[in-house]
């Protein structure tokens, strides 16, 4: 007899599995990986027998995949996009297919004329083929594969439960695909040098990738067993990107018995770290990957030493040795799937992130514990120059993890133990003056924090209810309070066709990009050059990060109903001459900030958009009249930062002739020449290398990219005409604008950057 639980217990378990296979998809080393290597698992949550994944081919017009054929061996099959098979046919047409029995011929005509079905793959396989629920795989209308589940267990038909939820594979895998894709990357840098020595060829490389996330075995293992590559081979071509040694764990263990205890192989495990010996105080150790700077970290923390050499290991050499010095719990081999997880004895954090002792779940909130890794957590955060702290809570599966976003990149720095996350979200909460018992909607404030060198910090703080009952913490460090000169902001060449713009009587000026481009850094610098007695300046921001002497500034309270635009109202009764408005989040806004720039003022405000010349289209979709619109720009300027090479190890070198005609093929062999920088033996660029100033990333700081759109009379008529964006932008190109992607190779050939981070950073 059902009962009324058992549907809402089966949604709970397939939402459970659906989370794990997300973050598996997104974790996958490539597309062939996704395709292989997660299909059990595809199996195993659907409750289907088959399951296939087909990537698109556009060259050829075509789907391919890799199927399992008995025996465990793969075969590369291809499909044409048309409707002659029920998987071309979801390409060609873009729709989900619900096929009760593949082989019932009248079912498939009523679907299509010309819709059948191939059985040689069922001879193949050994299977026999009956229901088909398959759905098209689209990211922003691009087509990126298809999805089939192949006879649902039990026998029954496919329902619209299934239909909801393969539809919901369909959108994960669309955006996973489309960053393996953005990437351009087939192969992980880490893996790259075994294709430059030719000692496996790329085909093989991808195929060792699949093969490993299919087996769940570490691709070191796979390309020694299936491929036969020597070990002293492999670990040599490894170790060389990291720029480090390889040490073979079976050979030698060091003196790793007397540093691995049953206190440190907590931290041990998790990290894929072991201590093998000091010399001159340093501690070796041997990693299973050398660039994990968090791990590295914790362990110079947890050993107390104050240097630390790494040397690369492999992982599964890695864990035999830990298991092999203090065995894991009999209780951790044979856990169960869905058993509950407990907490650790004994949970590390580095020195002063040291345990919170348990607390209650009414603990008060100005707990000791608490309130010094509050404190430490903000102090470290800002002497790094962090602009973000992220505060990730698992609930009572795993600890919360810590990550600062420095120059634009996360790490995780630290975990927080599971049992007191709380305690300090509630601290925060308290320093934010936000309502500690609510933890079911989203929540906004602002705290000022004094560190122990007497720097004043202001940090905005965020929570964010997430999944399974937790709440995430985002504490975002504001600028400095002062405005960085004109000057120092752009280079020369954007400035001389800037001043021009923002000094107008009347008119409106945008600065656009993504979120944390520097925007309102730009604009406070832009009203720092015209900010004379002669003019009356208001602004609007949410919040006001940047003050200046003689801006009336004021925050916006969207909550009370005062927005953007009653603020602009006001503005406009209290003699302006100048307007700021932080961002224009909406039409009525948008349309006032038109009028008034029509009216005698200048208004200048933000946009979250990718360029240039898709801040008109934007606008005009929004619904602004062209002819008004067009009357009142000035200008627009795009913009993004880029990571700078560190100063203190960035390696010179030069370049060979390939990779400067890469550079003058992005920049644009027609507008390459006015540089005047040819190829020779003297032409020196730099690449990143790492030292501690940089935690051996290699980069620290970052600078400003500058796409400045200045609306002359041609533009202006393609405004009203509602021109594309690529005619706006080739006009403004012929007018002297210089694309983001240009202005970043101008900072590689100065010095500044190196291509990967200006491709990463300008190219969507």
Same mark, same amino acid.
């Given at each position: 007899m059902q009962t009324g639980t058992e549907p809402l217990t089966s949604q709970r378990v397939y939402d459970e599995r659906f989370k794990k296979l997300v973050n598996e998809i997104h974790a996958a080393s490539s597309p062939n990986a996704i395709m292989v290597g997660l299909r059990n698992k595809i199996l195993t949550i659907y409750n289907v027998e088959m399951a296939t994944i087909f990537l698109i081919d556009a060259k050829h017009n075509r789907l391919v995949s890799w199927v399992l054929l008995p025996g465990d061996s793969l075969s590369k099959i291809r499909m044409e996009i048309n409707r002659a098979s029920i998987t071309g046919f979801v390409a060609e047409t873009r729709k989900m297919l619900n096929i009760s029995n593949v082989y019932d011929s009248s079912e498939l005509q009523s679907i299509d004329p010309s819709l059948t079905f191939d059985s040689s793959w069922d001879q193949k396989t050994g299977n026999k083929t009956r229901q088909v629920l398959a759905t098209p795989v689209i990211h922003k209308a691009n087509l990126m594969g298809v999805i089939e589940l192949i006879n649902k267990k039990g026998g029954a038909d496919f329902n619209p439960t299934d239909e909801s939820r393969i539809k919901e594979l369909a959108d994960t895998l669309a955006i996973a695909l489309f960053n393996h894709y953005k990437s351009g990357k087939k192969i992980p840098?880490?893996?790259e040098e075994l294709v430059n020595r030719e000692i496996i060829s790329p085909q093989e490389m991808e195929r060792a990738m699949v093969i490993a996330t299919q087996q769940e075995k570490e691709v070191e293992t796979v390309l020694m067993e299936n491929y036969l590559i020597p070990k002293p081979d492999l670990g040599d071509a490894l170790a060389f990107v990291y720029k480090t040694g390889f040490v073979d764990l079976r050979a030698d263990r060091f003196a790793a018995d007397s540093f691995v205890t049953p206190a440190t192989i907590g931290v041990l495990r998790r990290q894929l770290i072991v201590p093998l010996e000091k010399?001159?105080?340093e501690l070796v150790v041997a990693a299973k990957n050398p660039a994990n700077q968090a791990g590295l970290l914790e362990v110079k923390h947890l050993f107390r030493v104050p240097k630390i050499s790494v040397m690369l290991a492999f992982g599964d050499d890695i864990r035999d040795l830990l298991d092999a010095i203090v065995p894991p719990p009999v209780e951790d081999i044979h856990a169960g799937v869905g058993a509950e997880e407990q907490p650790d004895e004994e949970t590390y954090i580095p020195e002063i992130y040291q345990k919170i002792e348990d607390q209650p779940a009414d603990v008060a909130v100005d707990a000791t514990p608490a309130v010094q890794l509050v404190n430490k957590m903000i102090e470290d955060a800002f002497y790094a120059g962090a602009s973000d702290i992220h505060i990730e809570p698992y609930g009572n599966r795993q600890d919360a993890e810590v990550r600062f976003?420095?120059?634009?990149?996360?790490?995780?720095? /630290?975990? %927080?133990?599971?049992?007191?996350v709380k305690?300090?979200?509630?601290?925060?909460?308290?320093?934010?003056? /936000?309502? %500690?018992?609510?933890?079911?909607?989203p929540q906004d404030g602002k705290m000022k924090f004094t560190t122990t060198r007497a720097d004043n910090v202001e940090l905005r703080v965020a929570t964010l209810p997430t999944a399974d009952g937790n709440e995430d913490v985002v504490l975002r460090i504001l600028a400095d309070s002062k405005p960085i000169p004109l000057y120092k902001l752009a280079p020369e060449r954007t400035l001389n066709r800037l001043i021009p713009c923002i000094t107008k009587p009347y008119g409106m000026f945008l600065v656009v990009g993504p979120t944390g481009s520097g925007k309102t850094t730009s604009l406070h610098s832009v009203l720092n050059y015209i900010n004379t007695p002669e003019k009356k300046i208001w602004t609007a921001e949410d919040p006001v990060e940047i003050t200046q002497y003689r801006l009336r500034q004021v925050q916006v309270k969207p909550h009370i109903g005062y927005t953007f635009a009653a603020a602009m109202r006001a503005f406009l009764r209290a003699d302006p001459d100048i307007i700021m408005i932080g961002e224009m989040r909406d039409q009525e806004t948008a349309k006032m900030a038109i009028e008034a720039s029509l009216t005698g003022h200048v208004v200048f405000s933000t946009l979250h958009t990718n360029s240039a010349a898709e801040t008109v289209i934007r606008l005009i979709e929004m619904g602004m009249d062209p002819f008004n619109f067009s009357d009142s720009l000035l200008g627009i300027l795009a913009q993004r930062l880029v990571r700078t090479l560190c100063e203190d190890c960035k390696e010179p070198f030069n370049p060979t002739q390939k990779e400067y005609d890469n550079l003058v093929h992005h920049y644009?062999?027609?507008f390459f020449e006015h540089l005047n920088i040819p190829h020779s033996k003297d032409l020196t660029l730099f690449r990143a290398n790492g030292c501690d100033t940089c935690n051996h990333s290699g980069y620290k700081g970052r600078q400003g990219l500058y796409e400045l759109l200045v609306a002359n009379q041609k533009i202006k008529s393609l405004i009203i005409e509602k021109a594309p964006a690529e005619a706006i932008k080739i006009e403004a190109i012929e007018d002297g604008m210089t694309v983001l992607l240009q202005e970043g190779i101008h900072l590689i050939f100065a010095g500044k950057t190196d291509i990967k981070q200006v491709m990463s950073t300008c190219l969507i």
């Open positions: 840098m880490r893996y010399r001159r105080g976003r420095i120059d634009g990149s996360c790490s995780n720095i /630290l975990n %927080i133990p599971k049992a007191n305690s300090v979200i509630a601290r925060i909460k308290v320093l934010a003056d /936000l309502d %500690i018992a609510e933890r079911r909607k644009g062999v027609m």
